[in-house]
């Protein structure tokens, strides 16, 4: 079955303790991105990649790192989280010359 | 920068009523245009997409939206909702000469339908 996978689906975590939450796609795809979903501001995004070692900031990079070492997978590390980076983060993929986007069922990050 | 609009953030509508949700972007250039909805606990779903031709689209589930170019709009309707189209509804649009195809979202509108 194509699918993007997240994981974990769930996280809390406190101030300063690092994270990474993994994401991967089996569909092939070039393009990989990662969003945060905040109410009332939609989707916005955070880093994406349209191939292996290439990487570029989205809107909204600050706090977050991210490597694309293999097509697959795209993880998302928060060296020293924060309270404000509390949210629904959602990993999405496309191929490059299509420009569907497909979702991950999304991460729900709590940082005390 | 590309930006999107949705001008309902709430919507709230009895079942069989039709339902219009706004969209409006500001981009001068080509765009592809899409709906996704999201289910509560669920992750995005694509409901519709435009990339060219005709500019009225049907999607999933009886959605259907129309680009309107000179309004820079594309606005999602149903003719007659259901209990089970309770759920968030996204636009989001794709300016075709973005270095770096980036999808930009708006708010979202969270639709309720009573039964």
Known sequence: EAQVTQNPRYLITVTGKKLTVTCSQNMNHEYMSWYRQDPGLGLRQIYYSMNVEVTDKGDVPEGYKVSRKEKRNFPLILESPSPNQTSLYFCASRRTAQYEQYFGPGTRLTVT | ?115
């Open chain 2, 1 to 115: 920068a590309q930006s999107v609009s949705q001008h309902n953030h709430h919507v709230i509508l009895s079942e069989a009523a039709s339902l219009e949700l706004g969209c409006n972007y500001s981009y001068g250039g080509t765009v592809n245009l899409f709906w996704y909805v999201q289910y509560p606990g669920q992750h995005l779903q694509l409901l519709l997409k435009y990339f060219s031709g005709d500019p009225l689209v049907k999607g999933i589930k009886g959605f259907e939206a129309e680009f309107i170019k000179s309004k820079f709009s594309f606005n999602l309707r149903k003719p007659s909702v259901q209990w089970s189209d309770t759920a968030e509804y996204f636009c989001a649009v794709n300016a075709l000469n973005n270095a770096g195809n980036m999808l930009t979202f708006g708010g979202g509108t969270r639709l309720m339908v009573k039964p």
